[in-house]
């Protein structure tokens, strides 16, 4: 079964520091790519997603991710966070194989920012 | 510009009784997804709609659980009987389906706790 895998269930950074929240594909089978955050009681928003193109793209608040095919990988990253980036973080692949609308989810990472 | 509304917010209810989720999705969507988030699976997809009709429901758990879509703005998740291990937050999304990936929006969540 395809699977989503994001390697830090949770990483603590000080702030105005990068960080860096991995997360790799099961197959390299065609594959479009997302990043959601979700705040403490709401809901996932989108940050950013990779459907083709370049391999670097850029999101909200900061934050940008590169497409790497071989390594089967999405890795989100920023050069420097705030307080406010305190949240959980979703990788989600979408396999066309499977159709244009489901999404794995991987297990999410908790980015906590520390003062 | 109201996003995905989800009611109740907070179900608390005891074991073997019935619960209905609601959900409104964003106007002008015609896809619409139930998931369900917990600590030990993550986030699941239970099933989801085009234009009111289900197309993948594999992922609802068992016959306890069942899902409709009357209307375009309109849709229910109902357990009957609840079970403790039903316990988690139940997401819903909807997406405009047109080509290609989809963004999904995201509710809020219910809550739900099955003592």
């Known amino acids: 079964a395809q699977s989503v895998t994001q390697l830090d269930s949770q990483v603590p950074v000080f702030e105005e520091a990068p960080v860096e929240l991995r997360c790799n594909y099961s197959?390299?089978?065609?594959?479009?790519l997302f990043w959601y955050v979700q705040y403490p009681n709401q809901g996932l928003q989108l940050l950013l997603k990779y459907l083709s193109g370049s391999t670097l793209v850029k999101g909200i608040n900061g934050f940008e991710a590169e497409f790497n095919k071989s390594q089967t990988s999405f890795h989100l990253r920023k050069p420097s966070v705030h307080i406010s980036d305190t949240a959980e973080y979703f990788c989600a692949v979408n396999w066309r194989d499977q159709g244009a609308q489901k999404l794995v989810f991987g297990q999410g990472t908790r980015l906590t920012i520390n003062p | 510009d109201a996003g995905v509304i989800q009611s109740p917010r907070h179900e608390v209810t005891e074991m073997g009784q019935e619960v209905t989720l609601r959900c409104k999705p964003i106007?002008?969507?015609?896809?619409l997804f139930w998931y369900r988030q917990t600590m030990m699976r993550g986030l699941e997809l239970l099933i989801y709609?085009?234009?009111?009709?289900?197309?993948?429901d594999s992922g609802m758990p068992e016959d306890r659980f069942s899902a409709k879509m009357p209307n375009a703005s309109f849709s229910t998740l109902k357990i009957q009987p609840s079970e403790p291990r039903d316990s988690a937050v139940y997401f819903c999304?909807?997406?405009?389906?047109?080509?290609?990936?989809?963004?999904?929006?995201f509710g809020p969540g219910t809550r739900l706790t099955v003592t």
């Open positions: 197959s390299s089978v065609s594959v479009y």
């Open positions: 106007s002008g969507h015609n896809s």
């Open positions: 709609f085009n234009n009111n009709v289900p197309i993948d």
């Open positions: 999304a909807s997406s405009l389906r047109t080509s290609g990936p989809y963004e999904q929006y």
